[in-house]
């Protein structure tokens, strides 16, 4: 369905919200980080979670802690999706199981050849 063939109806409104965090992500900035993607949770249809920035040295204990919010954000009309996990942090978050998209960041190609 393209955006032209959609009408919205009364009512029908999708609020996405986006985090980038910066930093390396262990202990307290991950228990931040949950609070606040809890606190999206109640109020936006999809969270980007951008990891781009961020580094994760334990990627068993953030893939545990994303539980939590990846269970508030299943739904049909909800996602959590996260955008840059590196290879070791997507093992662990299969492990961990739960509602979690994944996206890849698209190669940076140089600007100049």
Known sequence: M?????TPAPGDFWLTA????????TGTAVDRLVD???????????VILNLVAATIPK???????????????????????????????LRELRRAGGDI??????AVEPAFA
């Open 18 to 25: 986006v985090l980038r965090p910066a930093g390396v992500l």
């Open 36 to 46: 606040n993607l809890m606190a999206l949770a109640d109020r936006a249809n999809l």
């Open 59 to 89: 990627p068993a204990a953030f893939a545990r802690a994303l539980r939590r919010p990846g269970a508030a954000l299943s739904a049909p009309d909800r996602c959590l999706l996260l955008v840059g996990a590196d290879e070791d942090l």
């Open 101 to 106: 998209a994944t996206l890849r960041p698209p």
């Open 2 to 6: 393209t955006v032209l063939a959609h």
